[in-house]
C-alpha cells in the first residue's frame, strides 16, 4: 500500500554534494532529511548494535548490507518529521533498496547531481566534519580557524571513509549498485538530471528549479 507525500531523492557518486544540497532543501522545504550516511554514523558514534555491524562496510567504503538499512529508513520515514515530505540522501543505493522504498512511499522526483568523477576525489579527501554534523571543506568551504568548527568550536575530523582508496571503493559501488536504481527511476520518468558543478548555491537555485 503506497502512500500520498512529498518524496524526493537526491542521488550522486559519493561527494557529489547530496547532504549539501539536502541541508539547502529542508531549509527551503521544511522537509525531513533522511541520510542514511548520517545516521549510520551516528549509531557507529554510539555504539549501538546497528553500528557495531555497520562499522566494518562502511570504513571499507563497503555498502551495510540491505536488511539493515532498509529498517533504518522504514523508521525514520515513520518519524513525525517526514510526515508533510522527506528528502532521502543516500538511499536507495540498490534494487533491493528501491523496490522495499517503492512498496512504502510514492517517490515524485529523483534528483541526480551529476559531477565528473575527477573532481569527486579532491571534494572528499578535503572534507572535514565535525561530531554535530556541520560539513566544511578545506579549499572549497574552510572553517574560519583551522580544524575547528565555525558554528560549536568542535574538532574538525575527516571521515574514516574519506580517503583515497576508499573513495575507488565507494565510486565502485556507485557503478556496480546504484546505477541501476537511476535507470529503475528513469523508467519512471521521475528523473532530473542536475549540474552538480559550481558554485553550492548556484547547483541549489538549479536544482530548486526542477523539483
Ligand atoms: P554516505 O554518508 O551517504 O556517503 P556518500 O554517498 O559516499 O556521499 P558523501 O556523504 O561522501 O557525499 P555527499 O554527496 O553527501 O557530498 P557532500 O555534500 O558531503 O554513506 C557513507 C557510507 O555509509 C557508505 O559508503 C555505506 O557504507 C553506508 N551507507 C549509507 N547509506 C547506505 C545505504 N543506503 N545502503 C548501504 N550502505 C549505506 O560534499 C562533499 C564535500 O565536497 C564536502 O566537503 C563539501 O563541503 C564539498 N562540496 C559540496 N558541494 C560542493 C561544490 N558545489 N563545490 C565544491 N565543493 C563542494
Ligand atoms: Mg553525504
Given at each position: 500500500m503506497t502512500e500520498q507525500r512529498r518524496g524526493i531523492i537526491l542521488i550522486?557518486?559519493?561527494?557529489?554534494g547530496k547532504g549539501t544540497q539536502a541541508k539547502k532543501m529542508k531549509a527551503a522545504l521544511g522537509y525531513a532529511h533522511i541520510s542514511t550516511g548520517d545516521l549510520l554514523r551516528a549509531a557507529v558514534a554510539e555504539d549501538s548494535e546497528l553500528g557495531r555491524k555497520a562499522k566494518g562496510y562502511m570504513d571499507e567504503g563497503q555498502l551495510v548490507p540491505d536488511s539493515l538499512v532498509i529498517d533504518l529508513l522504514k523508521e525514520a520515514l515513520g518519524?513525525?518529521?517526514?510526515?508533510?515530505g522527506f528528502i532521502l540522501d543516500?538511499?536507495?543505493?540498490t534494487m533491493a533498496q528501491a523496490d522495499a522504498l517503492d512498496a512504502e512511499v510514492t517517490v515524485d522526483r529523483v534528483v541526480a547531481l551529476q559531477v565528473p568523477f575527477d573532481l569527486i576525489e579532491e571534494r572528499i579527501t578535503g572534507r572535514r566534519m565535525s561530531k554535530s554534523g556541520h560539513v566544511y571543506h578545506v579549499k572549497h568551504n574552510p572553517p574560519k580557524?583551522?580544524?575547528?568548527?565555525?558554528?560549536?568550536g568542535e574538532a574538525l575530523y575527516q571521515r574514516s571513509d574519506d580517503t583515497a582508496p576508499k573513495v575507488v571503493a565507494r565510486l565502485a559501488k556507485f557503478e556496480s549498485e546504484t546505477r541501476a536504481v537511476i535507470a529503475h527511476y528513469q523508467h519512471k520518468g521521475v528523473v532530473v538530471e542536475v549540474?552538480?558543478?559550481?558554485?553550492p548555491s548556484e547547483i541549489f537555485t538549479r536544482v530548486m528549479a526542477v523539483l
Open positions: 550522486g557518486a559519493p561527494g557529489s518519524g513525525p518529521e517526514a510526515q508533510q543516500g538511499f536507495p543505493r580557524v583551522d580544524g575547528v568548527c565555525d558554528a560549536t549540474d552538480g558543478v559550481g558554485d
